[in-house]
C-alpha cells in the first residue's frame, strides 16, 4: 500500500524563523529540483528527506494577520487549524527576543492536543546561547530544543527524535508501485475551472456541490466510481490561486490540502478554462505537479463556450505548450464537464499514463540505449577531454529515475540533457510521464570497471 508523507507543521508567532526553518528542512528536496529551469520556491508547502526519511512540511509564516489588533486572535486561529491538519507540529519561539504573551497563548493550545509536539527556540547560534533557553520552560513542556536554523546548530538532535515516527523514502516514492487498491486521480485546477463539476459528471450524479462561485470547494473531497469495472478514487481538490489573493485563513489550509491530494494521487487531472486562458498559476501548480514526479493529463474544460473552427484546437494545443514547455510531454484533452464531450478519453490515458509511471527497463537495455545516444550525438568535450558515459540503471519506478555514471557530472550541459530526457521518452514510449535523470561521478571501487 501507497504510503503518504506525514505533514509538519510549523506554528509561532511572526518574525521568530519559521520560513528559514522550513528552508533546511525542505533542502534536500531543492537539491534534487535546482537543476530545472524556472523551478518557483515562492511557496509555502514542500517535501523533505532527512536520515532516509521522508515528511511534507507546511510553514504556516504566510498566514500572519495584517493587523496587530487582530493578532492574537488570528493566531489562535492558525496553531488550531495546524494541529486540526498535521500529523507533528514544531512550536517555534524565538530565543533573542524572550517569551511573549502570544507565545504562552499557543502554548496552552497546543498542550491539550493529541499531536506530537516539540517546542523549538529559534535563533540559538551555539553553545554560548544555550541559557536563552531556559525561560521558555515556564510554558511546561519536559523537553525544549534549542536551534539554529541558519547555522543548523543541534537541527540534527530535533530531527532524530523526529524520525522514528516518519516513513521511509522507500516507502513514500516506491509504496504506489504494489497498491491494489483503486487508481487515484487528483483533479487539480484554479477555482471554478470545473473540478467539481467533472467529478459529477463521471459519477452521473450532483455528488459535489458546485457553484459559479470560487472557492466553492473548501476541502479534498474523495469519491469512490466503478468504471469498466475497474475501481478509481476520484480526489476533487480545492481551486488554488496565488498567494496573495488568498484572504481567508480556511482556504490557505484548503491549499496544504490540495498539495496533500497530489502526493497521494497516481495520476493528476489538471484542469484549465479555456474560457480564461492560462495564467502563472497554472504554471506554478504544474511545476509543482511535475517536481513531485506525478503524470498529469491537462484537460482544456468548458471548450463548448469557445468559438471555433477546425483550426481552433491545434492552434490552441500549440499556443499552450508553448507556454508550458516544461511539460511538453503532457497529453491534452479538450473537454466540456458540463456536457460531458470528450470526458470518456480520459480514462483510456489515466491507464497509459500510469503504466508508463510505473515501468521499469532493464540495465542490459538501458546500456545499449546510451552507447548508441552517445555514438549518434557525442558528449561534449571538457577542458580538452572527452565525457564519457561509463553506466546507466534505473533506481525507481513511479516516476522512472535513470542514473548515468560518468566522468565528468558537472560538464554535462542542460541541452545535452534535454537530447538524453527526449531520447528516452521516444525510444521507450515515455511520452505522457515526468522522468529524472542524474548524474554521477565514478566512485573508486568502480575505476577498475571497463568502460562502454
Known amino acids: 500500500m501507497a504510503v503518504a508523507r506525514p505533514l509538519i507543521a510549523i506554528v509561532g508567532r511572526p518574525n521568530v524563523g519559521k520560513r528559514r526553518f522550513f528552508n533546511r528542512l525542505t533542502r534536500s528536496r531543492d537539491a534534487i529540483v535546482e537543476d530545472t529551469p524556472g523551478v518557483t520556491r515562492d511557496r509555502h508547502y514542500g517535501d523533505g528527506e532527512w536520515d532516509g ?28 487549524l495546524a494541529i486540526d491538519e498535521a500529523e507533528i507540529v514544531f512550536f517555534m519561539m524565538d530565543g533573542r527576543s524572550g517569551m511573549t504573551p502570544i507565545d504562552e497563548e499557543i502554548a496552552r493550545m497546543l498542550r491539550i492536543s493529541d499531536k506530537l509536539l516539540f517546542a523549538v527556540v529559534h535563533k540559538i547560534d551555539g553553545p554560548r546561547h544555550d541559557a536563552l533557553t531556559a525561560e521558555f520552560y515556564a510554558l511546561g513542556f519536559e523537553r525544549i530544543f534549542g536551534i539554529s536554523a541558519e547555522h543548523g546548530y543541534c537541527v540534527d538532535d530535533l530531527m532524530d527524535e523526529v524520525t522514528p515516527y516518519l516513513p521511509s523514502i522507500e516507502k513514500v516514492r516506491g509504496g504506489m508501485d504494489g497498491d491494489d ?10 477555482p471554478n475551472a470545473g473540478k467539481s463539476t467533472l467529478i459529477n459528471r463521471i459519477l452521473g450524479t450532483d455528488r459535489l456541490l458546485t457553484s ?23 480526489i476533487d481538490t480545492a481551486g488554488v490561486r496565488r498567494r496573495k489573493s488568498i484572504s481567508e485563513l480556511m482556504e490557505k489550509f484548503a491549499v496544504v490540502k490540495a498539495f496533500k491530494s497530489i502526493d497521494r494521487a497516481h495520476v493528476v487531472l489538471y484542469m484549465f478554462d479555456a474560457s480564461s486562458g492560462m495564467t502563472e498559476q497554472d504554471k506554478r501548480l504544474l511545476r509543482m505537479t ?9 484537460l482544456i474544460n468548458k471548450w463548448d463556450l469557445i468559438d471555433k473552427d477546425s483550426s481552433t484546437a491545434g492552434t490552441w494545443a500549440k499556443d499552450l505548450m508553448h507556454e508550458l514547455d516544461f511539460v511538453d510531454y503532457a497529453p491534452m484533452v479538450f473537454i466540456s464537464a458540463k456536457t460531458g464531450q470528450r470526458v470518456h478519453k480520459v480514462f483510456n490515458l489515466v491507464h497509459e499514463l500510469h503504466e508508463q509511471w510505473s515501468r521499469r527497463l532493464s540495465t542490459s537495455d538501458l546500456n545499449r540505449w546510451l552507447e548508441k545516444v552517445a555514438r549518434q ?17 534505473q533506481v525507481a519506478v513511479q516516476p522512472p529515475t535513470f542514473m548515468v555514471t560518468v566522468n565528468y557530472p558537472d560538464a554535462v550541459a542542460p541541452s545535452y540533457k534535454r537530447y538524453m530526457l527526449n531520447r528516452l521518452r521516444e525510444d521507450f514510449n515515455f511520452k505522457g510521464t515526468p522522468l529524472k535523470l542524474f548524474y554521477r561521478g565514478r566512485q573508486r571501487e568502480d575505476r ?5
Open 181 to 190: 487498491g483503486p487508481m487515484k486521480l487528483a483533479v487539480v485546477g484554479k
Open 377 to 393: 550525438h557525442s558528449p561534449p568535450i571538457y577542458r580538452r577531454r572527452p565525457v564519457k558515459f561509463f553506466f546507466m540503471t
Open 53 to 80: 526519511k521522508a515528511f511534507s512540511v507546511v510553514d504556516t509564516g504566510g498566514f500572519e494577520p495584517d493587523s496587530q489588533d487582530i493578532l492574537l486572535s488570528q493566531m489562535r486561529e492558525q496553531a488550531q
Open 290 to 298: 511535475r517536481d513531485k514526479g506525478k503524470p498529469h493529463i491537462l
Open 448 to 452: 577498475g570497471k571497463p568502460s562502454k
Open 212 to 234: 459559479d462561485i470560487p472557492g466553492t470547494t473548501r476541502d479534498a473531497i474523495d469519491t469512490l466510481v466503478t468504471r469498466d469495472e475497474k475501481e478509481y478514487l476520484l
